[in-house]
């Protein structure tokens, strides 16, 4: 009963910060996983990506339900994730325990980075054609599959900045379209991650029902409210949470 309650909280937290941001989640169950449930690094990273499945598809419908899905970006993004989602989680089982966690550390500081960044740095305008879209697209779910099969997350950090660049797509459309793409590179990441014996399933069940909640009521303040102050105080947390994971892994 108390891994469901834990993996509850954990999966709400992360479904609603996650959706809120148009990310997958992970970058805020996987620490919470390993400071409350002693989960290694290696389990964290396969458990979570369980919910960031979830997440992604209740975040995503409630960001269609305001029209700010393109689920025809989502499946260009889609095509090339699910062929990488494979090989970053096989990459992430290969590496040492400490070495994961500096990654995972290095990787939350620069989502922090993106956050801060956007609206801002990202403002930047650049004239593209309908096919160096479509190759933007593609290219984007390449890297994208890679690190989401790796660090266990659902990949919006990498995705949504091309979107927003070099495709000139709104702020929500790109976090509600890269919410969508996440499903199935969360899906095969999440089932590499369990062949490898990566995956807890005690946990699993509370943690996808929180992601749900949170996914869907994250994906609802995000179209309705201005998220700059919580993107502010979430970004601290994340530098402060991957700083710990940079010293953790020396």
């Known amino acids: 009963m108390i891994h469901h309650l834990t993996g509850f909280i954990i999966g709400l937290c992360g479904g609603f910060f996650g959706a809120l941001v148009g990310l997958g989640g992970g970058i805020v169950m996987i620490p919470l996983m390993i400071m409350l449930v002693k989960f290694t ?4 990273h396969g458990t979570s ?18 029209g700010t899905v393109d689920w025809k970006v989502a499946v260009l993004l889609a095509v090339t994730a699910t062929v990488t989602a494979r090989f970053g989680a096989l990459f ?20 922090a980075i993106l956050l801060l ?10 004239h593209v054609n309908q096919l160096a879209r479509i190759i933007v697209f593609l290219a984007t779910g390449t890297v994208t599959g890679f690190v989401s099969g790796m660090m266990g997350v659902g990949g919006g950090t990498i995705m949504i900045p091309p979107m927003v660049i070099l495709a000139h797509m709104p702020q929500q459309m790109a976090q509600g379209t890269s919410l969508l793409a996440m499903v199935p590179v969360g899906i095969i990441g999440a089932y590499t991650h369990y062949t490898l014996g990566n995956v807890e399933t005690k ?18 303040v995000a179209n309705l409210l201005p998220e700059f102050y919580l993107k502010l105080i979430f970004s601290a947390v994340l530098i402060w949470m991957g700083i710990r994971f940079i010293r953790s892994g020396r």
Do not use: R, W
């Open 41 to 44: 690094q290696h389990k964290a």
């Open 203 to 220: 946990i699993a069940p509370g943690l996808v029902i929180g992601a749900v909640v949170g996914g869907y009521l994250g994906g609802t």
């Open 117 to 126: 960044g956007k609206g801002y740095i990202f403002q930047a305008s650049f």
């Open 92 to 111: 992430a089982h290969s590496l040492p325990e400490k070495k994961l966690k500096m990654s995972f550390g290095v990787f939350l500081v620069f989502v």
């Open 49 to 66: 990506l369980v919910a960031v499945v979830f997440t992604g598809l209740v975040g995503a419908g409630a960001y269609f339900s305001y």
